[in-house]
């Protein structure tokens, strides 16, 4: 049998019509192109929005207190009594604040007038003043009243220097009186000098009608003497006054301070006081060392009981010497912000950070319980800032103290997101 077969030759496709390519291309193309337009516009549009500015948080409090227990004052159990630092502040009062007499206190404000009219420097004698005949003839019926004096007679001649040490150191009525009618013309228009000056310096509650403060109707508080001890203790004369145990007058020859607490215990003055109607009286000033720096601790104790003027004044002596030892005792070097502490947080766009941080310890003086308020000062943070950068300062105010300072610098460097972290970032 014979079979035959017959084959299929199959050759290329013929090509599409020319108009058919051409579509096919278009088609490809605009795809192409609006697959890239759209990841283009993905890509571009976060970089065309600002980043937002790093944002600074505190994290030190705006205050602290300074740690431990604070001291216990040893207040006396009668009269008055108010204790503060100069530059620190008050370490409190007892005792109420109703005016009461201050006796020869008193001599603190005539004293106090007297130099700011007629200033002296450490050392300087200052004007005379003669005492007149009829001071003189008055002196032997204030003796038999039993005041407080020093011997004169008239046409003695006194420096300003030596009126003052008479009303500061023996507590002189006589001379007291004798400087007002020197300075003012009478007594009484140097009483309103006193009142006057009192006002100015925001002593509410005190009142003088006399200047050796014999008067009880010359009333005032502890607290209104420290703050007129405080001023006094500024005039370098007064001061070097009221620190001496004895002086030579005329007439009367070496006369005694009758503070008997000068020179014990840093005690610098400065001045006592003591009658039937205001009992013993003391305004101190005592100085103590703290870190390399003075202060002076200023205090008043008032209305100290007792039979007559050696018993009065024993007594505010025993009262006002543990009051100078624990005031003492108390004031230290206190350090509230270690170097390296942070203070503040800052925060960068997409999670970025650094720190802020003190560079150096900030020790302040005082005393536990003290209240210390803490400042911070960081510019506006840039996008960029390097590692360890010095940024900012901190202040630290303990009570009445003056600043303490100390720079600030950031931790890890804060640096601006690259372009693909916000495109990243974006999806």
Not at 131 to 138: N, P, T
Request: with cysteine.
């Amino acid at each position: 049998m014979t079979y035959s077969a017959t084959a299929r030759v199959t050759g290329p496709a013929a090509p599409p019509p020319p108009g058919r390519r051409r579509g096919r291309r278009l088609l490809t193309a605009g795809l192409l192109t609006v697959l890239l337009a759209g990841t283009s516009l993905v890509a571009v549009e976060p970089l065309r929005r600002p980043l937002p500015a790093p944002t600074v948080t505190r994290t030190l409090p705006a205050s602290t207190v300074i740690p431990g227990a604070a001291p216990t004052i040893p207040w006396p159990q009668r009269g008055q009594a108010a204790l503060t630092v100069a530059g620190l502040g008050s370490l409190g009062t007892s005792g109420g604040n109703d005016p009461v007499p201050i006796a020869s206190v008193a001599k603190v404000m005539t004293a106090y007038v007297i130099l700011t009219e007629h200033p002296l420097d450490r050392g300087e004698a200052g004007p005379r003043l003669t005492v007149s005949a009829a001071q003189a003839a008055a002196y032997p019926r204030e003796l038999a009243r039993g005041e407080s004096l020093v011997p004169v007679v008239a046409g003695a001649v006194f420096t300003e220097r030596q009126a003052l040490q008479a009303v500061l150191l023996p507590s002189a009525n006589n001379m007291a009186r004798i400087l007002a009618a020197w300075d003012a013309g009478s007594v009484e228009a140097f009483v309103d000098k006193m009142n006057d000056t009192a006002a100015a310096l925001g002593m509410a509650d005190t009142h003088y009608t006399d200047p050796a403060g014999l008067d009880a109707g010359t009333v005032s508080t502890a607290v209104d003497q420290v703050i007129l001890a405080r001023k006094a203790m500024e005039l370098p004369a007064f001061a070097e006054i009221v620190a001496q145990r004895t002086a030579t007058l005329p007439v009367a020859g070496t006369v005694k301070n009758y503070n008997s607490l000068v020179g014990r215990d840093g005690v610098v003055g400065i001045k006592t006081g003591s009658t039937d109607e205001a009992g013993g009286c003391l305004v101190f000033a005592a100085v103590v060392t703290v870190g390399g720096r003075k202060l002076t601790i200023v205090g008043a104790v008032l209305g100290q009981p007792g039979a007559n003027t050696p018993v009065q004044l024993d007594r505010v002596f025993r009262a006002t010497r543990p009051l100078v030892r624990t005031a003492a005792k108390a004031i230290g070097e206190h350090p509230i912000v270690r170097a390296g502490d942070q203070v503040a947080a800052v925060r960068g766009p997409l999670g970025a950070g650094t720190t802020i941080d003190a560079t150096a310890d900030v020790t302040v003086v005082g005393w536990p319980g003290m209240e210390v308020r803490l400042d911070l000062d960081i510019p506006a943070v840039p996008a960029r800032l390097p590692a360890h950068t010095e940024h900012g300062r901190l202040t630290a105010v303990a009570g009445e103290s003056a600043p303490v300072t100390t720079a600030l610098r950031t931790g890890e460097g804060l640096e601006p997101p690259s372009t693909w972290d916000r495109i990243r970032h974006h999806r």
